[in-house]
């Protein structure tokens, strides 16, 4: 009797998982997951930015990053890692443009195309300026990013 009700505990958790996957509004996410990232960058971004773009992650979430962060890895506190690498660059920025280029989505994950440009002043004082186009791939667990990929050129 046992193994009936922890077999039927699971065909329910298994079953509102996937309804919930199969009613999450991939558009939506993108958009505002997209928008968040870009208010980070901005001349004038804020810790609320940050903790807004933060929202979106799992507490374990998995970064990697070339080449600054090759590993994707998820570790328990990933996000306060995400937290701590982010705040260093917070307002760094004189200019920073952003263009959403397109994205898809499949089960649980979402590739976004885009391109930005930056240029700003390191702590010492020089100048750098850059201009990407970057794949990021998310992998999403329970409507949270839990890895993302950053592919760039």
Do not use: C
Not at 53 to 67: A, M
Not at 110 to 137: N, P
Request: hydrophobic share 40%.
């Amino acid at each position: 009797m046992k193994k009936i009700v922890v077999a039927l505990v699971g065909l329910v958790a298994f079953y509102h998982a996937h309804v919930v996957a199969d009613n999450f509004d991939y558009d939506a996410f993108v958009k505002a997951y997209y928008q968040a990232q870009v208010a980070t960058q901005q001349p004038d971004a804020t810790k609320e930015d940050l903790e807004y773009y933060l929202s979106f992650l799992t507490e374990d979430v998995g970064n990697q990053h070339f080449p600054n962060a090759p590993d994707d890895s998820r570790e328990p506190d990933g996000k306060a890692l995400m937290r701590k690498g982010m705040s260093r660059y917070l307002g760094v920025h004189t200019e920073y443009k952003a263009e959403l280029i397109s994205y898809e989505v499949g089960y649980n994950a979402v590739v976004i195309k885009h391109k930005f440009a930056a240029r700003g002043k390191r702590a010492d004082g020089s100048e750098f300026s850059y201009a990407k186009t970057a794949l990021d791939v998310l992998e999403l667990e329970a409507g949270k990013v839990a890895i993302m990929r950053r592919y760039s050129k």
